[in-house]
Structures are given as C-alpha cells and as structure tokens.
C-alpha cells in the first residue's frame, strides 16, 4: 500500500498547480486525507483536509486560494493551487487514514512528497 503524489514543479506567483495523490494497494477503505507541506528550516503543517463525507478544512494561509477535493473511485485526493505565493514554496506531502487488508484497522500513510516552487 503506498501513497504517490505528483503535481509539484515552479510556477512564477500569481500562477496556478494541481497536485494529485493516488492510493494503491489492498485499499478497502479511505477516512480522512490530507496535504502538509514543509518548508526548509519550519515545521511541517496543515494545509488542507477532506473526510469521507467531504467536508473540508483549510489553513488560514491558503484559505480561497486553495481548494481541496478527492475521487474516492480512483483513491486519489487533489489540491488546486491557484494565486501562489513565494511562502506556499515548500514540499507537499499527502497524508491518508486508510484501512487495508494488511492493516485492518485505520493506520496512517504518507506519500513521498512533491517539491512546489513558486518564484517572485
């Protein structure tokens, strides 16, 4: 079972990017997932969550700029980006409570990360 993530690239500010996360595996259930990102030298963070009900949550720094979305058919939650800031530069990592057959219980898995670069 692993989480991929892709997406993530430079973009001059102002710009736009879509990062996309796909679950594989003995998937039999998604719960909550998640996009964190981490810049050089801070802690990794909360930047925006989706339940299986979707309902959404945000960080306060990307609110109506980002927005969150998942295709629980394909296993695969997406963050648009749009209007991006020289701050959002960091690495993104998606973040999914998944049951799976070798876990049969809610466990947490990490993708490996996407490197979003946003120039001045």
């Known amino acids: 079972v692993q989480l991929q993530a892709s997406g993530g690239g430079l973009v001059q500010a102002g710009g736009s990017l879509r990062l996309s996360c796909v679950g594989s595996?003995?998937?039999?259930?998604?719960?909550?997932m998640e996009w964190y990102r981490q810049a050089p030298g801070k802690q990794r963070e909360l930047v925006a969550g989706i339940t299986s009900g979707l309902w959404t949550n945000y960080a306060d720094s990307v609110k109506g700029r980002f927005a969150i979305s998942r295709d629980n058919a394909k296993n695969t939650v997406y963050l648009q980006m749009n209007n991006l800031k020289p701050e959002d530069t960091a690495i993104y990592y998606c973040n999914a409570k998944m049951i799976t057959t070798d876990r049969p219980y809610e466990y947490e898995y990490w993708g490996q990360g996407t490197q979003v670069t946003v120039s001045s």
């Open positions: 595996g003995s998937i039999l259930n998604i719960n909550k």
